[in-house]
């Protein structure tokens, strides 16, 4: 994105090219978006209406009656009422998994960026290497990990981590784990893009000033690294809020998060107005965090 | 760098909100007044039967619910049978993984009167009968089947949903009831030391399916779940929210609590008897128990959807597999409960260790503690759901 902010644009060249062939270029953008354009219309923008006027459904209506549009915007206030704690828990889950993924994921990237050498590719591959697999089955190897009669809860146990009858499988615990490394790499990829192009002159010229270590982190490389962070952050954070999987394979129905409910919505219940009309609440809570923290964090490169 | 996101802010903000009012505003108008009733007729949704001419067969089916050669995977030995018999070719899918999300994939077509493609679909009773009251199944002509007339078992006949059974003709049957893993609890025999047992506190689960787990719970508050009130569902709902509550239950499964069950992970369960017995013939310690106070009987039924053109073909398919001696091939492989009488003799000579097992041939006494979930209208089926789900987490 940096990079595209640099390129010269037409208007800010000394020497214009004849105006025939700047017109036949000038249309060129807009014929190479043509194609993305229809496709995000036709398979995101049409449903995503179909969704909101579906939120505005009459809820009394079913699905052998069929629904009258009614505006009914009561469906907002109605499912906020009935699931707002899934929605805090929602929020507060991936929250948590973030500063657990940060804590772990930067030091990774950091260390990927300046410090691994030749082993720097084998590395990424490690991190890219989970991919390969589907996000369902890495999920249900989570289970076998955290299993009560597992390895891991027999060492917790011993060490009394655990009481003699405690487990990590079906506690929030385990879906907090889950969505941790589940998100990782989305965090780790543009973390170590930005670290990676870190110049390690400017911390050599930070120490040459008298800046400690951590000032030298704090001033130049946290600084450098802004872009990359925002990116993963984001790429962490809104998918892990939405996320239905890990509650449902790791954690209870004390644990269920709001895409658990959106799912049964559609598919169990059949409450369509409700399904809708929780999915736009979700995006909108999103959305506020994602501005909100835009604004506190800002680097218009992200937007 | 430039100040960040300082244009964004006030205007961003305006342009943002007035979007989605705008989005708001065009959605209802491109919908214009909601989307119509899926409610259809029979009649309504006529199609020609092409069965005469047409000698095809497009069968959708549960994974693993046909018979398959044990050297070739490849050949179905019952089904195989069929097609060089009666010279019709059948298309055989597997592609039922789930009600509900079969429910998703067929809705659109049926509430449509459009055809699916498919000429017989296999669910369970509750999906059935949804379909049914919909309006989305063919009836079926009895004269053609008269296996099925003579050899469908007693207590599949006269289920509400369709108590002539010419709409829903039985697949293969089976129990839920209890299970447990004898290597970590004792002997589990009622459903309430299910859901008060200290020591089994956090290790129970039970099924998301509602009828399965809430007809158990009627029955244990003595209750008939083929006929109860609404004061008496709730009763019931009230035992389940306190085990969950207590953390007794630690969550709801579908068939996904047998690998739970085998580790040791969940000590007792509420489970379905097919999957405990293939647990079974793995580790004895993996046990199905039939509470004192009844256990639920339900079916995956083979339906004709409207728009399907070779009814006749599938009867004579159902029809065939109510041939004893078939049925008897089936269930040797699929292990769930046999809907068809006499298959059991036929099965002493297949193999007569199944043959006298009562999950596959249950016995009268068993028979007698088995209920079927009672139909519910619209109305009931959403209310109940609704109900059920709140308590479940969901």
Same mark, same amino acid.
């Given at each position: /994105? =940096? ?5 010269p =644009? ?5 020497a214009? &090219?004849?105006?025939a ?5 000038r249309?060129?953008p807009?014929l190479?978006l ?5 496709w ?10 179909q ?7 009459d809820p ?9 549009l ?6 907002y ?9 899934q ?5 507060a889950?991936?929250a ?7 804590l /772990? ?7 990927i ?5 030749r082993?720097?590719n084998?590395l990424l ?5 989970p /991919? ?6 890495r =999920?249900?190897?989570?289970?076998t990990?955290?299993?009560d009669?597992g390895a891991?809860?027999?060492l917790l146990r ?5 009481? &003699?009858?405690?487990r ?7 879906v ?10 989305f965090?780790?990829l543009?973390?170590?893009a ?16 008298y ?8 001033k ?5 690294s802004m872009?990359g ?10 998918p892990?809020?939405?996320d239905?999987?890990n509650?449902?394979?790791?954690g209870t ?5 709001i895409?658990n ?11 369509? &107005?409700q399904g ?6 979700? /995006? ?11 604004r ?8 | 760098?430039r ?8 205007r ?6 007035l979007?989605?009012?705008a989005l ?7 919908t214009?007044?909601?989307?119509k009733?899926?409610q259809?007729?029979?009649a ?10 047409e ?6 089916n ?7 050669d044990?050297k070739?995977e490849?050949?179905?030995p019952?089904?195989d049978a ?9 298309t055989?899918?597997?592609d039922?993984n789930?009600?509900?999300e ?6 659109n ?5 459009q055809?699916?493609g498919r000429?017989i679909?296999?669910?369970?009773d ?10 989305w199944?063919?009836k079926?002509?009895?004269?053609k089947?008269?296996n099925?007339e003579?050899?469908?078992l007693p207590s ?5 949903f369709?108590?002539d059974s010419?709409l829903a ?17 004792k002997?589990?025999?009622?459903v309430?030391?299910?859901?008060t ?9 039970a099924?998301?399916?509602?009828r ?11 209750h008939?779940?083929?006929?109860f ?7 019931a ?15 709801f499964?579908g068939?996904d ?5 085998a580790?040791?992970?969940?000590a007792?369960?509420?489970?379905w ?13 993996i046990?199905f128990v039939v509470?004192?106070?009844?256990v639920?009987?339900?079916?995956d039924?083979m ?6 053109t ?9 029809n065939?597999?109510y ?7 089936l269930?040797?492989y699929v ?6 009488k006499?298959?059991q ?6 193999d ?5 097992n009562?999950l ?6 068993m ?15 959403k ?10 987490g969901a």
């Amino acid at each position: /994105m =940096t990079a595209l902010a640099h390129v010269p =644009t037409s208007s800010g060249q000394p020497a214009a &090219p004849p105006a025939a062939r700047r017109g036949r270029y000038r249309l060129l953008p807009y014929l190479l978006l043509l194609p993305g354009a229809a496709w995000l219309l036709i398979f995101f923008a049409l449903p995503l209406l179909q969704l909101a006027a579906a939120s505005l459904y009459d809820p009394s209506g079913s699905l052998s009656t069929g629904y009258a549009l009614t505006w009914a915007v009561g469906n907002y206030p109605d499912a906020l009422q009935a699931y707002w704690p899934q929605f805090v828990r929602s929020f507060a889950y991936s929250a948590i998994a973030l500063v657990l993924a940060l804590l /772990m994921g930067y030091p990774l990237a950091y260390a990927i960026a300046q410090k691994a050498g030749r082993w720097k590719n084998l590395l990424l591959v490690c991190v890219v290497a989970p /991919m390969f697999t589907s996000f369902l089955v890495r =999920t249900l190897a989570w289970k076998t990990i955290l299993s009560d009669n597992g390895a891991l809860v027999g060492l917790l146990r011993d060490v009394h981590l655990l009481g &003699p009858d405690g487990r990590l499988l079906a506690t929030p615990i385990a879906v907090v784990l889950g969505l941790t490394y589940n998100f990782l790499p989305f965090l780790v990829l543009p973390l170590y893009a930005s670290l990676e192009r870190l110049d390690y002159r400017l911390l050599e010229a930070a120490s040459d000033l008298y800046a400690s270590p951590l000032r030298a982190f704090r001033k130049v490389t946290l600084p450098l690294s802004m872009p990359g962070l925002i990116a993963g952050t984001l790429l962490f954070f809104i998918p892990a809020t939405g996320d239905y999987i890990n509650a449902e394979l790791l954690g209870t129905p004390n644990e269920y998060m709001i895409g658990n409910l959106i799912d049964s919505a559609f598919l169990v219940r059949l409450d369509y &107005p409700q399904g809708a009309a929780l999915s736009f609440l979700l /995006m909108a809570a999103i959305l506020a965090v994602v501005f909100v923290y835009l604004r506190k964090a800002g680097t218009e490169e992200v937007l | 760098m430039r100040s960040p996101l300082r244009p964004l802010t006030r205007r961003g903000l305006l342009t943002g909100t007035l979007g989605s009012a705008a989005l708001l505003a065009t959605a209802g108008a491109l919908t214009g007044c909601g989307t119509k009733g899926a409610q259809q007729t029979e009649a309504g949704c006529k199609s020609d039967d092409l069965s005469a001419t047409e000698k095809k067969l497009a069968f959708s089916n549960w994974p693993q619910y046909m018979d398959v050669d044990e050297k070739d995977e490849s050949k179905r030995p019952t089904l195989d049978a069929f097609i060089a018999k009666s010279g019709i070719q059948v298309t055989y899918t597997e592609d039922v993984n789930d009600n509900n999300e079969f429910f998703g994939k067929v809705q659109n077509q049926l509430a449509g009167c459009q055809t699916t493609g498919r000429d017989i679909m296999v669910l369970t009773d509750w999906m059935a009968a949804r379909m049914i009251r919909l309006g989305w199944i063919q009836k079926l002509d009895k004269a053609k089947m008269p296996n099925v007339e003579a050899n469908l078992l007693p207590s599949l006949r006269n289920r509400s949903f369709d108590p002539d059974s010419e709409l829903a003709i039985p697949w293969q049957s089976g129990l839920a009831g209890l299970a447990y893993n004898a290597k970590v609890a004792k002997e589990i025999r009622t459903v309430d030391e299910l859901l008060t047992r200290p020591d089994l506190k956090g290790k129970v689960t039970a099924l998301s399916e509602m009828r399965d787990t809430m007809g158990l719970l009627l029955q244990s508050n003595g209750h008939d779940p083929a006929n109860f009130t609404a004061a008496q569902f709730d009763d019931a709902l009230n035992k389940l929210k306190k085990a969950v509550e207590s953390k007794q239950i630690r969550k709801f499964t579908g068939n996904d609590y047998a690998p739970d069950l085998a580790k040791g992970d969940i000590a007792a369960c509420i489970g379905w008897s097919g999957d405990v017995i293939q647990l079974g013939f793995e580790d004895e310690k993996i046990k199905f128990v039939v509470p004192d106070s009844g256990v639920m009987l339900w079916s995956d039924n083979m339906l004709v959807p409207n728009k399907a053109t070779h009814r006749a073909n599938a009867e004579e398919l159902m029809n065939y597999y109510y041939d004893p001696a078939v049925a008897a091939k089936l269930a040797a492989y699929v292990n769930y409960i046999c809907p068809v009488k006499g298959a059991q003799a036929e099965m002493e000579k297949i193999d007569p260790d199944l043959a006298a097992n009562p999950l596959i041939f249950p016995d009268e006494a068993m028979l007698s503690k088995s209920k079927v979930f009672m139909a519910l209208d619209e109305k009931q089926e959403k209310e109940y759901e609704a109900k059920f789900q709140q308590v479940i987490g969901a």
